[in-house]
């Protein structure tokens, strides 16, 4: 859908054949960048599994999104492509937030799809009233306490 976005507004001659290659790309790997998303949770290290789930797993998939579009030849203009690696870091970084609330996972630690889906409103309005959360957290942070005159 992003790239329909992007493209509707070019007058590229193949703008057809790149949402084309786009969607056939998305449905044919998504399952399995998810699937590497959730084992990244279980990483020793939460920061590592954190870096994995937006930054090296979305980097891998748009890496091979773009070979896909050169090897069929409908290249993909630079804004468009922009406008899509920002979707999907601001898309990981959703997934991030509510896999660890156990929201979408498979397995035992999964809920089921209806439970997944009527969690999923809150979940919405906490990510998106996360940086508001942040900063006036940062905003409240207690001074620390002055050492009296007599210690001076």
Do not use: K
């Not at 070979?67 to 991030?96: E, Q």
């Not at 998106?128 to 001074?143: E, F, G, Q, Y």
């Amino acid at each position: 859908m992003v790239y329909l976005a992007a493209m509707a507004r070019t007058h590229s001659p193949g703008r057809f054949s790149i949402v084309l290659v786009e969607m056939a790309y998305v449905t044919l790997t998504a399952g399995v960048y998810a699937g590497m998303q959730q084992r990244a949770l279980g990483l020793r290290f939460r920061l590592l599994g954190n870096l994995t789930v937006v930054v090296a797993v979305p980097a891998f998939a748009q890496f091979f999104d773009w070979l896909a579009h050169c090897a069929v030849g409908a290249a993909v203009p630079s804004r468009a492509m922009l406008a899509v690696c920002i979707f999907a870091g601001v898309s990981a970084l959703f997934h991030l937030h509510i896999m660890r609330s156990g929201v979408f996972l498979t397995g035992e630690r999964g809920y089921s799809l209806a439970e997944d889906f009527r969690r999923i409103p809150r979940l919405v309005v906490g990510f998106v009233l996360m940086p508001l959360a942040l900063i006036s957290s940062l905003a409240v942070r207690p001074m620390p306490a002055a050492e009296p005159e007599a210690s001076l």
